[in-house]
C-alpha cells in the first residue's frame, strides 16, 4: 500500500492537538483562510468579497479532501455549505476530526478511514471538487494519489494540491526555519527529499485527465509572523490548481 506508516505515526503521536491553535499544526491554521479563500474564488469564479463568501457559497457541492489530518481545510469548506468527505489513514486524527465537527455542529462533513486509491475505486467521478493539501510530501508515491484524485473528480471539476517545493529556499523556510529555528513544527515533521518540485507534479498531472490551470504560492514572512500569497513565486510551498 502506498503508506509510509512513520508518517501516520508522527501525525498519531500529536493527533489530540490538531485544533490547538498555538501547537504543532498551527502554521495550517494561519494558512488555512487564505487557502480556502483561494479554493473558493477557483471553484465558483467570484473573487472575495470585503466581509468575506457567504456561509452557503459552496452549497449543494460534493467535496473529497485527501489526508484531511484533523479536519481543518475539511471542516471549514463544509462550513461553507459543501458536503464534505475527509479521508485520512490516522485514525486518531479522524477521531479527532469527527469530535471537532460534533463540538461545532457542522453536520455536512464526515471522515473516514481509508486509502486515496480505494476510496476512488469505490468513488469513480462521485466528487464536484478534490483537495490535497500538504499530503503528497508525505506518501511514498505522490503520483498515485495524483491518479486516485483525477478519478475522484467529475468530469470539468476542479482539483486542488499543494506541497512543498525541492530546493535550497525551501530547505531554509520549511525545514531550517521552520523545524530547528522558530520551532514552528516538530522536528522531522518533513523529509526534504520528498519535497516535490512544481515540474515534478506538473508532470505527475499531466499523466492523468486533469489540465493544470493555476499555480499559487504560500508564504511565511518571519518579521510580521504572516502569511501571504504569491502568484509570481512558487518556490516554497505552492498549490496548483487543475481541472478534469
Ligand atoms: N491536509 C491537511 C493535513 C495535512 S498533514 C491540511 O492541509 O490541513 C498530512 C496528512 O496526510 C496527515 O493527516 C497524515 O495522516 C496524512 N497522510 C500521510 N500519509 C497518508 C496516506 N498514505 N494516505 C492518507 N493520508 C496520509
Not at 125 to 145: G, K, N, R
Not at 228 to 241: F, R
Request: charged fraction near 20%.
Amino acid at each position: 500500500m502506498n503508506v509510509d506508516q512513520q508518517e501516520i505515526e508522527k501525525f498519531t503521536a500529536i493527533a489530540s492537538r490538531w485544533w490547538d491553535l498555538e501547537g504543532e499544526f498551527k502554521p495550517l491554521h494561519q494558512i488555512n483562510p487564505l487557502r480556502v479563500d483561494y479554493i473558493i474564488e477557483k471553484i465558483t469564479g467570484q473573487s472575495r468579497p470585503v466581509n468575506g463568501f457567504n456561509n452557503d457559497v459552496l452549497s449543494g457541492l460534493k467535496i473529497v479532501d485527501i489526508g484531511c489530518g484533523g479536519g481543518i481545510l475539511a471542516e471549514a469548506l463544509a462550513s461553507y455549505g459543501a458536503h464534505v468527505t475527509g479521508i485520512d489513514l490516522a485514525e486518531e486524527s479522524l477521531t479527532v476530526a469527527r469530535l471537532h465537527a460534533l463540538e461545532k455542529h457542522v453536520k455536512n462533513v464526515t471522515y473516514q478511514h481509508i486509502s486515496a486509491e480505494d476510496f476512488a475505486l469505490a468513488n469513480t467521478e462521485h466528487f464536484d471538487v478534490v483537495t490535497c493539501l500538504e499530503m503528497l510530501e508525505h506518501v511514498p508515491d505522490p503520483s498515485a494519489i495524483v491518479r486516485a484524485a483525477a478519478l475522484l473528480v467529475k468530469p470539468n471539476s476542479p482539483v486542488f494540491f499543494s506541497t512543498l517545493n525541492r530546493n535550497f529556499k525551501s530547505y531554509l523556510m520549511a525545514i531550517v526555519g521552520a523545524e530547528y529555528v522558530m520551532n514552528l513544527v516538530p522536528k522531522g515533521t518533513h523529509d526534504f527529499n520528498k519535497f516535490i518540485k512544481p515540474s515534478e507534479l506538473m508532470r505527475m498531472i499531466d499523466n492523468t485527465p486533469l489540465n493544470i490551470k493555476a499555480t499559487m504560492g504560500l508564504h511565511f514572512n518571519p518579521l510580521t509572523q504572516d502569511y501571504y500569497l504569491s502568484n509570481t513565486n512558487i518556490d516554497v510551498n505552492y498549490i496548483i490548481h487543475c481541472h478534469k
